[in-house]
């Protein structure tokens, strides 16, 4: 019975999600990552994986003192709200869009930039 505790994945991802917050804008390298966690880059690879997916970091290869560097930074989500009319959910404008599957933050189009969906959200106020 030894002093390590055992943590699931979930908990991995949690903490792994939590390391890059604490970070901030300054982001932390993958492999300081690593090793503040005590996890291999194999470990690591399918968390980071699924909390890009989710839009909560982000990963970009910079040029750190002449050397390749992963640096993985926390998204930052907008707070501010818009309360819409639920009956009138069936009438936004990304339901019937055609370029819908292309849609999302870093792409061309996204729902920071579209004027339809812009538009839609003008007429809901």
Known sequence: MGGFVEIGPVQLEELVHEKIKEAGSDGI?????????????????????????????SKKSMKVEG???????PVAHDTSRIIVNV?????????????LNKCGNGSQI?????????????SQL
């Open 29 to 57: 390298s993958q492999s300081d990552l690593t090793t503040a966690l005590g996890v291999s880059n194999k470990e690591l690879s399918p968390i980071l994986k699924k909390l890009i997916l989710k839009r909560l970091v």
């Open 87 to 99: 009956k009138s959910m069936y009438d936004v404008p990304c339901f019937m869009c055609n370029i």
């Open 110 to 122: 996204g729902p920071h930039n579209c004027p339809k969906l812009a538009s839609w959200l003008v």
């Open 67 to 73: 050397k390749n560097v992963i640096m993985l930074f």
